[in-house]
């Protein structure tokens, strides 16, 4: 079953407004969480990596101001997209990866399909 | 700069036509190489992690493999339920536990009947 749960799974919103995204870890502790974006046909793009009770850290190119990353505990980090407009509509993922054991893969989200008329 | 490359971008198989699926990757040292599967409209789904050159693993009708510069995902006698993307992603060796992954852009496979 899903390890990682990710929502809303689908949000339209109007040019202006602001979208939070929840991602969860279902049944273990994950201190790193990575919020993905995909476009149709790209590759998975890593936006950032939100830390439990720091400050998330962001790849070149994201804003930090626009895609504001809250990870207030370990099973839960939010990402929100602020004065949403129309090229932020995209495809959202976020994934986890268990501490222990040591090698265990990250696991996805369903992914947030954003629409932003 | 870590990179992952995949190829063919898209492939299209018969039922029982057995194909691979190639990854090229360079990486300033690497951790891990994995595979995920992707339906359209889901996240990607695990298949296979491997850490060294020389190591396969199976799963059903797929097996991955590692050299020092790429992965093969080898389909044997696919069904129309293996079309999905499939994902390749390397993870560089870091000093702690939990780094993203660099993914490649992927392969779409149809399996027709």
């Known amino acids: 079953g899903a390890v990682v749960s990710q929502h809303p799974s689908r949000v339209i919103c109007k040019s202006g407004t602001s979208v939070k995204i929840e991602c969860r870890s279902l049944?273990?502790?994950?201190?790193?969480m990575f919020w993905y974006r995909q476009f149709p046909k790209q590759s998975l793009m890593l936006m950032a990596t939100s830390n439990e009770g720091s400050k998330a850290t962001y790849e070149q190119g994201v804003e930090k101001d626009k895609f504001l990353i809250n990870h207030a505990s370990l099973t839960l980090s939010t990402l929100t997209v602020t004065s949403a407009h129309p090229e932020d509509s995209s495809f959202y993922i976020c994934s986890a990866a268990r501490l222990s054991p040591y090698n265990s893969p990250l696991h996805f989200g369903n992914g947030t399909r954003l629409t932003v008329t | 700069e870590d990179q992952v490359t995949q190829s063919p971008e898209a492939l299209r198989l018969q039922e029982g036509e057995s194909s691979s699926l190639n990854c090229s990757y360079t990486?300033?040292?690497?951790?891990?190489l994995f595979w995920y599967r992707q339906d359209p409209g889901k996240g990607p789904e695990f298949l296979f992690t491997l850490y060294s050159a020389g190591e396969e693993k199976e799963k059903e009708r797929l097996k991955a493999t590692l050299t020092k510069k790429e992965s093969f995902l080898h389909i044997t006698a696919p069904k129309p339920e293996d079309s999905a993307t499939y994902l390749c992603?390397?993870?560089?060796?870091?000093?702690?536990?939990?780094?993203?992954?660099?993914f490649g852009k992927g392969t779409t496979l149809s399996v027709s009947s």
């Open positions: 049944d273990f502790q994950a201190t790193t």
């Open positions: 992603a390397v993870q560089a060796i870091v000093r702690q536990a939990g780094t993203a992954l660099i």
């Open positions: 990486v300033s040292g690497l951790r891990g």
